[in-house]
């Protein structure tokens, strides 16, 4: 008898526990939701903030849902001292619009100088885009090659691959001297998130 009880007991125990730990993970689920909301989707056009004007644009599956996605540079209107400043916007498609998957890129490209434009544009390629930038000046010339891909195990992006070609006497750091190509990989620099790249503080060659 007394054995029968506390079956019965252990049994209502357990189911009462259950049935705690069920609503408790309704109300979490519920208090994420509310404090986390979805980013609510918007035209591409509405994430250029005042100031700024369209430089260039890709769209492309960036991160293999099957929903378009963008890849906006823009240049800031108005020089700021000797350059202007330019920014990278990483936008993913969704139902209604876009959002974007993180802060805009100040660093990802060198900022439009007042003497001369070096960004020669954007293309993509499966999960990866390119950045090519370049110049030519009195015998002088440059290209510089950045490619990021998306990683699916941590959807987020990284730098891929560098490739700096120079041909011509230069003599300045952080160019390389005449007539070279590197190519960097991430045996060479690690893992660098797009977002905390920065073209300025990177070196393009060993």
């Given at each position: 008898m007394l054995h029968r009880i506390l079956y019965k007991f252990i049994n209502l125990l357990i189911l009462k526990t259950l049935k705690t730990i069920f609503y408790l993970s309704v109300l979490l689920i519920c208090f994420w939701q509310c404090t986390n909301p979805e980013p609510k989707a918007r035209s591409w056009q509405s994430f250029i903030p005042e100031g700024y004007t369209l430089r260039d644009?890709?769209?492309?599956?960036?991160?293999?849902?099957?929903?378009?996605?963008?890849?906006?540079?823009?240049?800031?209107?108005?020089?700021?001292?000797?350059?202007?400043?330019?920014?990278?916007?990483?936008?993913?498609?969704?139902?209604?619009?876009?959002?974007?998957?993180?802060?805009?890129?100040?660093?990802?490209?060198?900022?439009?100088?007042?003497?001369?434009?070096?960004?020669?544009?954007?293309?993509?390629?499966?999960?990866?885009?390119?950045?090519?930038?370049?110049?030519?000046?009195?015998?002088?010339?440059?290209?510089?090659?950045?490619?990021?891909?998306?990683?699916?195990?941590?959807?987020?992006?990284?730098?891929?691959?560098?490739k700096f070609e120079s041909t011509g006497p230069w003599d300045t750091l952080p160019l390389p001297v005449s007539g070279v190509s590197h190519i960097l990989s991430p045996a060479d620099f690690g893992r660098i998130p797009l977002f905390s790249f920065n073209i300025y503080h990177f070196q393009p060659h060993p």
């Open positions: 644009s890709v769209r492309g599956d960036l991160n293999l849902d099957s929903i378009p996605d963008f890849l906006l540079v823009l240049d800031s209107i108005d020089n700021v001292g000797s350059h202007y400043h330019r920014l990278l916007f990483l936008l993913y498609g969704q139902k209604g619009g876009y959002w974007q998957t993180g802060p805009e890129s100040k660093t990802v490209t060198y900022n439009k100088g007042i003497s001369g434009e070096t960004y020669k544009g954007i293309t993509l390629s499966g999960q990866s885009f390119t950045i090519r930038q370049g110049g030519d000046s009195s015998g002088l010339s440059w290209q510089y090659d950045i490619r990021f891909r998306y990683d699916s195990a941590t959807t987020n992006w990284f730098l891929d691959r560098t």
